[in-house]
């Protein structure tokens, strides 16, 4: 701490300008860069008895904001009653009076040493917080962001999603895999109850690596992240999740942990092949199915009719990798398929009204329909 250097002639001099018309926040702050090691308050003090002028009752810049500090932790603190957590970071909405003041006093004195006020009222009312109420100051993905309105008086606070990664296995159809009016439910509210109930959240948003059909099983782990948002207890207790949500038989999880937003970035960029497994019944008696062996490499796909109403009209290349197939009746077979990400394996059986070619039901001459699909590999490689 380096108090010689408020000595200096050329920081009197600057000094003696305001000292006069600001407290001692305020002018202290002036001079943040000069030196390090103390607060602005002290910085301030030193440099009024420097210059041997006195503090004046009130500040022309802050407008004596620095006097309750205190009283703006205080209502922060009682704001954040009910919620649980242990980090946070704290800011501001200042007054538009208090803004033009310092920038008047920049305009009177230049910018070189000071630090701006919002910076000082964000660091010494976050202090206090941590004092007062055992919390941490983070500033990098807090639990918690106070800001407080100045103008209004009150602070908002802002909540941090919990993130959990795991995988999941769906056995039962007609279920979809997030929230979706049309359906009573979903992967994501099998699993998301009970977290729901845990942590007295606002509500959640799930995060697939892809999706399968409504009408179709998942059969191998899918990757997911479920997002709590609002979360009012944030403590999870990942074994009793997955206990829980198991004991349901419709949809099973695993892998568990907590996770980040970059863990839901990873699964969005996730584009594993998947190996379908799907019941055929054709029109006429199934011959010949060795001929659709030959569709095996590249195949396009304009987008099919059934999600015409929700996605743009594009033409796709996609790749089938393996294809083979058990016959199970005279007009049926089990048809086990394997392709690449963003293929449409129903429209590979139908065709889709030409959308989709080649086709099984092209390639052999013989309208096909779809009874039923099972996604039963996603193929992640290692795991």
Not at 102 to 130: A, F, L, V
């Amino acid at each position: 701490m380096n108090r010689s250097v408020f000595e200096k002639s050329y920081i009197k001099d600057i000094a003696k300008e305001i000292a006069g018309k600001v407290c001692n926040n305020c002018l202290g702050r002036q001079f943040a860069k000069v030196s390090t090691g103390m607060t602005n308050r002290k910085r301030g003090e030193i440099i009024r008895r420097a210059i041997r002028l006195p503090e004046p009752p009130n500040c022309s810049v802050c407008n004596d904001l620095f006097k309750n500090l205190d009283k703006y932790a205080d209502i922060s603190i009682k704001k954040l009653k009910g919620i649980e957590f242990r980090t946070f970071v704290f800011g501001c909405r200042l007054p538009k009076e208090i803004i033009k003041n310092e920038e008047n006093i920049w305009e009177e004195i230049g910018i070189e040493h000071c630090e701006p006020i919002k910076s000082e009222i964000n660091r010494e009312i976050g202090k206090i917080i941590e004092k007062k109420a055992k919390y941490r100051f983070k500033r990098e993905r807090p639990d918690v962001t106070i800001l407080f309105d100045f103008a209004k008086n009150t602070p908002s606070i802002e909540i941090s999603s919990v993130f959990i990664a795991g995988r999941y296995k769906k056995f039962v159809r007609n279920i979809s895999q997030s929230r979706w009016k049309k359906y009573k439910e979903s992967v994501e509210s099998v699993i998301g109850k009970p977290i729901l109930k845990v942590t007295r959240a606002d509500e959640t948003a799930f995060h697939g690596a892809g999706r399968e059909d409504v009408d179709a099983r998942c059969l191998d782990w899918r990757p997911f992240v479920i997002e709590i948002v609002r979360p009012k207890k944030r403590a999870v207790n990942l074994s009793k999740i997955k206990a829980g949500v198991n004991k349901t038989k419709k949809v099973a999880i695993s892998c568990l942990k907590l996770g980040t937003m970059d863990d839901v970035r990873a699964v969005k960029k996730m584009r594993p092949d998947k190996t379908y497994s799907i019941v055929v019944e054709f029109e006429k008696p199934a011959e010949n199915l060795d001929a659709f062996k030959d569709s095996i490499g590249i195949i396009m796909q304009k987008t099919p009719t059934r999600v015409l109403h929700r996605r743009a009209d594009r033409l796709r290349k996609r790749k089938i990798k393996s294809i083979n197939f058990k016959k199970i009746g005279r007009k049926k077979i089990v048809l086990e398929v394997r392709g690449e990400a963003g293929f449409y394996a129903k429209e590979f059986v139908t065709g889709d009204n030409g959308r989709t070619r080649p086709s099984v039901a092209e390639i052999l001459k013989n309208p096909a329909k779809v009874i039923s699909l099972d996604v039963t590999k996603i193929h992640l490689g290692k795991r």
